[in-house]
């Protein structure tokens, strides 16, 4: 008895004008098998009716393959040869026939005209379920519509139908007093697909004795749709949400992963290859039915995605906004680099390897947490001043200053006070001459007054004076807002004013991740370079001058 064959359809070619080229695209043969050898002669078609006889074997009773080269074809089974089959199948087959309401405005004729007519419609027009499904264990599927995504039970998911459950089933919340499958279990390639769900239906293992905690249940589900475009009515089917699929077209396959894949690849469009090849997690689970023929070079001409990528890199580059040390950095200048580092004890791999640190002639860093046994040394680095925490408990307190090796010959420390103390509040200053100029670190603590750092950097400016150094450059965390209107703010604009010092930095950038710019960098020489770059390991961002 001959049967209705419906081809799984791509768009790329019509069958009356490229027979061919439908068959070899749009029949594309695409299966994991289970029986395969781990090494499967691919021999470019020398070898092609033994690669044959192997897919043969692994066939499902939804799956045919003829024995010509260029004509592999994929039959759905229907009622008209199901007895057939049947007597094939070691298991026992069942149809599960889907049940239709119709609603909207129209008359009962009407109605009654949409239901018959959904019922010749293909699964593709009836939001992926079937009229009618033939049911049998050990089968391959596909789950036809996304049920779980985040649990990986989506459009195209492959499984193997391990059980199906019979039960009374329920039209607009009555018994029809009709038993059809209810619920199917099915066995996904990944235990990890369906986890979440067999977990929130672990009722249903019980009620239907199934000891296999691996299967994962599918119950019945609704989908609605319009016959005709033009029509008012629709029609809501409720169906089992699965399609019987031992090969699957690349486009249906476009997310979805396989350990072994079988791909037909005459004839394939660069695109379809890419994504037919791409689905794979390895080579060695990758078989090649025909003779693989690497698709040309892409080209201007003959691909737009590459032609539209050549424009974006000419006209449309981004420009990046953040200006690193280790892109500024001349031989002839000194780089120096401020960050208040939250736990130079936790952070420390990460400074010591980091390049715009390592490109800087001077490393300043504050909060490092240390203790006084803590060793920090950095390569070709000399600790020239540091502070730690006085008590065996660390806390938001010390600092530590690294010179590079070849410039410690041109240092001069100037004047170090430190740590001034009232309570819980401190401040630090730390002052040296390099190149005729004077370069300060300073860190005041959060609660700590203005008054108490003031009165240090004064001190500071006097040694300065005194030692002929016209040029002054400050770097810390003053722990004050600038551009705020508070009294901290005010009184450090009226000492920057009386010292003849301006604010490097661009007023528009904060320093920490809480929108605030309180990491400042001042100086007498308003022609010097800083600016503010990100951290990965501090709320506070670093800040970087070059020192001319």
Not at 52 to 62: A, P, V
Not at 151 to 165: E, F, H, P, R, Y
Request: contains cysteine; charged residues 25%.
């Amino acid at each position: 008895m001959r049967s209705k064959r419906l081809v799984i359809q791509f768009r790329n070619y019509k069958e009356a004008q490229d027979t061919l080229n439908f068959q070899r695209e749009n029949l594309m043969l695409f299966t994991n098998w289970r029986t395969e050898p781990l090494q499967f002669d691919s021999n470019l078609g020398t070898n092609f009716k033994e690669q044959l006889e192997k897919i043969k074997q692994n066939r499902s009773m939804y799956c045919k393959l003829d024995t010509t080269f260029d004509d592999i074809d994929i039959d759905f089974m229907d009622d008209e040869n199901l007895e057939e089959e049947e007597d094939e199948s070691p298991n026992p087959t069942i149809i599960s026939t889907a049940i239709d309401s119709c609603s909207g405005t129209g008359s009962k004729n009407a109605k009654h005209y949409m239901l018959s007519e959904a019922t010749r419609l293909s699964h593709k027009q009836t939001q992926n379920l079937k009229y009618e499904l033939l049911l049998c264990n050990e089968t391959k599927y596909i789950v036809s519509v996304n049920i779980a995504v985040p649990d990986g039970i989506s459009n195209g998911s492959s499984c193997v139908l391990k059980a199906i459950i019979m039960g009374a089933l329920q039209e607009r919340g009555k018994d029809t007093g009709r038993q059809a499958p209810i619920r199917v279990y099915v066995q996904f390639p990944d235990a990890k697909t369906g986890e979440k769900r067999r977990e929130r239906l672990r009722d249903f293992f019980r009620k239907d004795k199934i000891t296999d905690r691996t299967w994962t249940p599918i119950e019945r589900i609704n989908r609605s749709f319009t016959v005709t475009k033009s029509s008012q009515l629709q029609v809501t089917r409720n169906q089992l949400p699965i399609l019987p699929s031992n090969a699957q077209t690349i486009h249906c396959s476009q997310s979805c992963t396989y350990q072994k894949i079988a791909v037909y690849v005459n004839g394939l469009s660069r695109k379809l290859l890419y994504t037919a090849i791409s689905r794979v997690t390895s080579l060695r689970g990758l078989y090649i039915v025909g003779t693989y023929k690497p698709p040309d070079e892409a080209t201007i001409h003959n691909d737009p995605a590459l032609n539209e990528m050549i424009r974006m890199k000419i006209e449309s580059q981004l420009k990046l906004t953040l200006t690193f040390p280790e892109d500024v950095k001349n031989s002839s200048n000194v780089m120096i680099i401020f960050h208040n580092v939250r736990s130079l004890h936790l952070h420390f791999k990460n400074v010591s390897n980091d390049r715009s640190f390592l490109a800087c002639d001077v490393i300043m860093l504050a909060e490092t947490w240390s203790l006084p046994t803590d060793k920090y040394d950095i390569d070709n680095y000399t600790i020239v001043f540091r502070t730690d925490c006085k008590s065996e408990k660390r806390k938001a307190f010390g600092t530590v200053i690294y010179v590079k090796d070849n410039v410690l010959p041109n240092l001069e420390i100037i004047f170090q006070n430190e740590t001034v103390s009232v309570g819980n509040n401190h401040s630090t200053v730390f002052a040296m001459q390099l190149h005729e100029k004077c370069l300060m670190m300073v860190y005041k603590s959060p609660k700590a007054p203005w008054t108490m750092l003031q009165q240090q950097m004064k001190t500071m400016l006097q040694v300065c004076q005194s030692n002929n150094l016209s040029e002054i450059c400050i770097m810390g965390d003053f722990n004050i807002r600038y551009q705020i209107s508070e009294s901290n703010y005010v009184e450090l604009t009226n000492f920057m004013q009386a010292n003849n010092l301006f604010m490097l930095l661009d007023q528009t950038k904060v320093s920490t991740d809480h929108n605030s710019l309180i990491d400042l960098c001042l100086s007498t020489n308003t022609s010097l370079r800083a600016d503010v770059f990100e951290s990965v390991i501090s709320d506070h961002k670093p800040i970087w001058l070059e020192l001319i």
